[in-house]
């Protein structure tokens, strides 16, 4: 069964950084390119970025290019997203998803 | 870029079907795989129906997934509708790498 299990989120100031992880199982992790997908509160879901199976290719919403920066490490079957300059817009819960597979989420909110 | 268009709510009774409609806005509907994803509140997005019409283990046979070129659109039809199924409904599919969402669409079953 496919597992994904995100982590990093929380409360940070206009313009910080944060971190999230994604700890993925149940299947080959380095065979699939995977995904992060947000939902602001009330709204529906957005992309934001994606990598391929060996991170040769990578892919930005115009929303965070130039702020977010997606990465994996498939021997420790883990993807991240690493976000900097972090704006209001940015509040939402982030999800680590495959086609078939999404992990429960994780909450970043930006405030002062 | 394309857009993908869902109503905005669809709503029916328990034991009927209901059909929810996805239309491209450009380029064809058959050029790209066509996902959907079922969210109940306060929940994650699950998947439903995967590669235009394929459903992963575990969901029940009530849930179909086609795609009309006709109507550039893709669908998912729900049959034998239980109050269970009570969700926001999102399509998706591809452009060149990246993922493009419908709207989404809530479907209320009373």
């Known amino acids: 069964e496919v597992q994904l299990v995100e982590s990093g989120g929380g409360l940070v100031k206009p313009g910080g950084s944060l971190r999230l992880s994604c700890a993925a199982s149940?299947?080959?992790?380095?065979?699939?390119?995977m995904n992060w997908v947000r939902q602001a509160p009330g709204k529906g879901l957005e992309w934001v970025s994606s990598?391929?199976?060996?991170?040769?290719?990578?892919y930005y919403a115009d929303s965070v290019k130039g702020r977010f920066t997606i990465s994996r490490d498939n021997a420790k079957n883990s993807l991240y997203l690493q976000m900097n300059s972090l704006r209001a817009e940015d509040t939402a819960v982030y999800y680590c998803a495959r086609p078939i597979g999404w992990g429960q989420g994780t909450l970043v909110t930006v405030s002062s | 870029n394309f857009m993908l268009t869902q109503p905005h709510s669809v709503s029916e009774s328990p034991g009927k079907t209901v059909t929810i409609s996805c239309t491209r806005s450009s380029g064809s509907i058959a050029s790209n795989y066509v996902q959907w994803y079922q969210q109940r509140p306060g929940s994650s997005p699950t998947t439903v129906i995967y590669e235009d019409n394929q459903r992963p283990s575990g969901v029940p046979d009530r849930f179909s997934g086609s795609i009309d070129s006709s109507s550039n659109s893709a669908s998912l039809t729900i049959s034998g509708l239980k109050t269970e199924d009570e969700a926001d409904y999102y399509c998706q599919s591809y452009d060149s790498s990246t993922w493009v969402f419908g709207g989404g669409t809530k479907l209320t079953v009373l």
């Open positions: 149940g299947f080959t992790f380095s065979s699939y390119s």
């Open positions: 990598i391929s199976s060996s991170s040769s290719y990578i």
